[in-house]
């Protein structure tokens, strides 16, 4: 098979918005979804989470999983089995994803790789054309993020962020909520994760297990032996390949906690929250004595708002203890919204709000799975309109909100964004970490 050709990416950083919303919006509705009765999806990554996708869009009653393809060659025929024995199709196989992005019947590329391989595939599925569903956070970092937004934009595609809450019914009932304005003014909110992660020890480099293409596996990433802590599992905990705690669990805490202040602000005529302006992350690698790289304790403040200005700042605080073996709030991960009139704790499967006395005044419960969150992502291919975790509107910006904390946490201090540009302002040592330093060819960041 021809092989695609890879861009020098823009030395531009600024981030240029392209056209306005509306214009972006009749794009999408004036394009074709492709086949009327079937949707074609081609799969990129077969185990752990990437699985989990596959059993999921597999099962749907309007979709075929034709492609899949996995750097793992050990996983591909319970992968193909898996396909036939829920949907009946016999899917076809391949170890390079560029087969699926380079075959024209296929309508959407889900992508549920390691973070340092979120932003190539589904700007290349963009740029043919092809509508993505792609985990959390958006990139490795701020820049491929930003890159990934030009592409969906340009190409006029439909982009769904996997932050599956945003269609999770539970999470839907606590922000319809929220959005009668029984809290008041709110100004504070407080994610956390409490949940106990494991010590992943120290063992020595080895040889890549056969049938794994492990130069594919490292892709942009720099070279460097194999390690099997650093590979399926714990690729999160290193700077290589993931964003840590803060990019795996916490991003979707961060993003229940923007999207609940941002709707308590629009009850009582607030502006839309959007970037924050100044971040601050503490802490620390300190309880793990293992070859992490990451933080395990972890304290973050956004302050969202200019503090010229007369119109009230808005704070958003997140906590992480990996290593605690309780939760919070009777939560082991959650967010908390703190109102004038009462307050209200989002868990993954039920809310609580109560009154300043402490009274519980409403509850709600429901599944958080993902399934309704994929559904609405094929509804919105039909539709062309925007799915809940849209990534330009949602899944970008929250996305930001962990890249920029980790940022901080990396430089040892706070720093200053540029909400327009998502630049650091004044400050090239922060700027200098949106980014990799290098990207190893031929995986370099495609040019939108």
């Not at 394009?31 to 869009?57: C, E, K, Q, W, Y």
């Not at 708002?305 to 939760?327: D, H, Q, V």
Request: charged share 25%; net charge neutral.
């Amino acid at each position: 098979m021809e092989r695609r050709t890879f861009i020098q990416r823009s030395a531009s950083s600024a981030f240029i918005a392209g056209t306005a919303t509306t214009l972006y919006e009749r794009g999408l509705e004036a394009r074709s979804t492709g086949p009327n009765d079937r949707i074609r999806i081609g799969m990129v990554g077969t185990h752990g989470r990437a699985g989990a996708l596959m059993r999921v869009f597999a099962g749907q009653r309007d979709v075929d999983v034709v492609a899949l393809a996995d750097v793992d060659t050990r996983y591909h025929a319970a992968a193909v089995a898996t396909v036939k024995g829920i949907a009946g199709n016999t899917p076809k196989v391949f170890t390079d994803f560029r087969h699926i992005i380079d075959d024209p019947s296929i309508d959407a590329v889900v992508v549920g790789t390691p973070d340092h391989w979120h932003a190539i595939p589904t700007i290349m599925a963009c740029q043919a054309g092809k509508d993505v569903y792609v985990e959390k956070p958006d990139g490795h970092n701020i820049l491929e993020g930003q890159t990934m937004v030009q592409a969906m934009r340009k190409h006029k595609c439909v982009v769904q962020m996997g932050t599956q809450a945003r269609t999770s019914q539970h999470f839907q009932q606590a922000i319809d909520w929220v959005a009668e304005g029984h809290l008041g003014t709110v100004l504070v909110a407080k994610a956390w994760e409490s949940a106990r992660q494991g010590n992943i020890g120290k063992p020595a480099d080895s040889v890549p297990p056969d049938g794994v293409d492990y130069d594919l596996w490292l892709g942009p990433a720099p070279k460097r032996a194999f390690n099997p802590r650093r590979f399926h599992g714990h690729w999160r905990w290193f700077f290589d390949y993931g964003t840590g705690d803060l990019g795996n669990d916490g991003v979707h805490r961060i993003d229940i906690a923007r999207w609940a202040l941002d709707t308590a602000g629009k009850a009582q005529g607030m502006e839309p929250l959007y970037m924050p302006t100044r971040i601050s992350a503490l802490g620390g690698k300190w309880y793990f004595d293992d070859i992490q790289e990451w933080p395990d304790s972890l304290q973050v403040t956004y302050e969202f708002g200019n503090r010229t200005s007369t119109k009230p700042g808005r704070l958003l605080s997140y906590e992480m203890r990996i290593w605690a073996p309780y939760g919070y709030n009777d939560e082991s991960e959650g967010v908390i919204l703190y109102g004038d009139k009462g307050f209200i704790i989002i868990g993954n499967r039920r809310w609580r709000a109560y009154s300043p006395d402490k009274k519980l005044i409403a509850q709600g419960a429901g599944e958080n799975g993902g399934a309704s969150h994929m559904r609405n992502f094929l509804d919105c291919m039909r539709s062309r309109k925007r799915p809940n975790a849209d990534l330009e509107t949602i899944g970008h910006p929250s996305s930001i909100l962990c890249h920029s904390a980790n940022v901080s946490w990396r430089v040892g201090r706070q720093v200053t964004l540029d909400p327009n540009t998502e630049l650091f302002i004044d400050d090239p040592q922060a700027n200098a970490l949106r980014t990799r330093p290098e990207y190893r060819k031929p995986w370099e960041l495609p040019t939108v």
